[in-house]
């Protein structure tokens, strides 16, 4: 698994760096830069609306006495794609603006989580009381 990461972490940004300088040679650098500020501008309004949308769905759901499981998972795909938007690349915007639509959320959050088992609200609880009994305070042996 280190080894994977390891490896998005040279590779990527080598990507990254191959794609800038191949858009700046077609459009030039001040576009690219220009466009690279304008994708995290647009990202970063889109995270907030997102972000506010979802953390109200997490209340609603709170408030109804569900646990707001989905909602904390698409929570922390966001932030992800608000860091991606804010990394300069195109590579990265492009996953960024994709963890920002919630059909693509819900397929990866099924794939990440797919093995965990969320349940909205316990059922067939078993509740067994019990009393804690103190044998100095009862004078048993």
Not at 43 to 64: C, F, S, Y
Not at 102 to 125: A, D, T, Y
Request: proline share 5%.
């Amino acid at each position: 698994m280190f080894k994977y990461i390891f490896a998005l972490f040279i590779l990527l940004p080598l990507a990254e760096l191959y794609l800038l300088i191949e858009v700046g040679s077609g459009i030039g650098g001040f576009s690219t830069i220009a466009l690279c500020l304008l994708t995290a501008a647009i990202g970063g309004m889109l995270v907030r609306l997102q972000g506010l949308q979802t953390l109200t769905e997490a209340k609603q759901l709170m408030d109804a006495g569900q646990p707001p499981a989905e909602q904390m998972i698409h929570g922390i795909m966001i932030a992800a794609s608000g860091i991606m938007l804010f990394l300069p690349g195109f590579i990265t915007d492009v996953i960024g603006f994709m963890l920002l639509i919630p059909l693509f959320r819900k397929i990866i959050g099924r794939w990440f989580f797919g093995s965990m088992v969320i349940q909205q609200g316990r059922k067939n609880e078993t509740v067994i009381e019990a009393e804690v009994v103190h044998p100095e305070k009862h004078n048993l042996p």
